[in-house]
Every structure is written in C-alpha cells, then in structure tokens.
C-alpha cells in the first residue's frame, strides 16, 4: 500500500506534464490537472517551428556533448577497470578508492575550481570543456561498473590469447571488450541520463550565449515576464524522447551489466 501510494505521488508531475503538451494555454493556467480535451499539438508544432530553432540547437548541442562523453567515458573506464583488476596488489586497490573517492564529491563543490582551470587552458566556453568536465567526473563511476563486471571474465581467456601470440592490445579489445557489452549497456545509460540532465554544469561551462544544451533550452524558453508553458511542457517532453529510445534500445543488458560481479571475486 505504501508502495503504491509512492507511485502515485511521483505519477503526480509526469502526469501533470503529459496532458498539459496537449492543451491550449489559457487552459493550462485554468485547470493544469485536468485532461486535454479536445487535445491539440500546436504547442509541440510551436516549439519545432521558432524562428530561433531553439529547440533543435539545443538537441544538437546535447547530442554532441553526451554522445562525445559517454564514448570517451565508456573506453577510458573500460581500459582503467581492467588493468587495476588484472594488476591486483595494494597499489591498485588504493587506485581504486582513490577513484571511488570521488563519487562522494558533488560536482557543485568543483566547479569553481574546474572553471579556472579550463580559463587557464583556453577551454572555458567550449564543447571540449564541457565533455572533457564530464570525463574527469564520470570516469570513477565507469571503471566501479566495469571492474565489477571484469571480475567474472576468466582470465584464462585472455591467458589462451596471449599464448597464442595476441598482444595486450589485441587481448582487451578482440577478447575482453566484446565480452563487456552488458556492462557497457549500463555504463551509456547511467553516464548518458546523467549528461543528458545535467543543467548547471552546461550553464556555467558554455555560458549562456555560448552554447545551449537541452536543459538550459527549457530555461532559455522562460522569459523573465511571461513564458509560452504549452511550449516548455511540449519541449520537455521532447526533450526526454531521445533519451527514453536510448534506454529502450540498450535495456535488455541493462540489468546484467549492473549485476554482473556481485557474486564472484
């Protein structure tokens, strides 16, 4: 009963969300709960047509930046995750920790310091310091996914490898890689949700005149006297569409790359 009471409440805003796309403006502020009848798509026909292309700025910043990110993050944490666990000894479990570490940290704590050193090298207002900020803060979480998950591969996989002649290169990418893709599945939906969300980071990093991701579009599209709210539900649900496909698509190895692991080693 308390279960589903909870699910009632969280229920409450999406649905709130979710009818007011399809309903005129005047009714939104009149009766923002009630169902859309008759509905309408103009305010999603709306949010696609501005003449500032708002809304298709925005998807193609937030596309670059998480997809460039979550790329990057998922080689980089899958390479770190395997060596510590293969190199073993006390030096990598300190490594590890060291990296588990920052996880406790939030970004907001960082972010003045990470802005003055992107100032130094020339990066501030720029994509590449934006996906460079995301790589160096995510990068703790995708080599704990992946080390987890590592520890069930048999070594002896790659021991044949070798043995048959295959470098170390050659033995992570031919042999191991392959092997990750439930943990890789978890690694892009957690990194690619978490990016695709992110809203103060985009903010501060790519200013507010250089750079426009998603989130930062819904905020731009509130004007400071009035705002278009058909339009702001419209683009959120838009907003979360491509995200939602990405999940769809990568699910079914959602579970076993979070699981895989915990039983052994």
């Known amino acids: 009963m308390v279960a589903l009471a909870t699910s009632v409440l969280f229920f409450v805003p999406l649905y709130v969300a979710l009818v007011n796309v399809f309903k005129d403006g005047p009714k939104i502020s009149e009766s ?146 392959p092997l990750l893709r439930p943990a890789s599945a978890s690694v892009l939906i957690f990194l690619g949700v978490w990016i695709w969300n992110d809203f103060l980071n985009p903010l501060i990093i790519l200013g507010p005149g250089q750079g426009t991701t998603i989130t930062t579009g819904i905020y731009r599209s509130i004007g400071q006297y009035q705002a278009d709210f058909g339009g702001v539900f419209a683009m959120m649900l838009l907003a979360t569409l491509p995200v939602l496909v990405f999940y769809l698509f990568l699910q079914r190895h959602f579970v076993k790359g979070l699981t895989g692991g915990a039983t052994k080693g």
């Open 32 to 177: 923002p709960a009630s169902l859309p009848i008759p509905p309408t798509l103009d305010n999603v026909r709306s949010v696609l047509t501005r003449p500032d292309r708002l809304f298709w700025v925005s998807l193609t910043n937030s596309v670059v930046i998480t997809g460039l990110s979550i790329i990057i993050l998922t080689v980089l944490s899958a390479m770190l995750g395997h060596y510590l666990v293969r190199a073993g000894g006390r030096w990598s479990r300190v490594v590890m920790l060291l990296l588990l570490s920052g996880l406790m940290i939030p970004p907001q704590v960082i972010l003045l310091p990470i802005t003055r050193v992107l100032q130094t090298l020339h990066l501030m207002t720029t994509v590449q310091g934006l996906v460079l900020f995301n790589v160096g803060y995510y990068v703790p979480f995708g080599v704990f996914v992946f080390a987890g998950f590592m520890r069930s591969i048999p070594v002896e996989l790659e021991e044949a490898a070798a043995i048959d002649g295959a470098g170390r290169a050659t033995v992570f990418w031919r042999v191991v890689f």
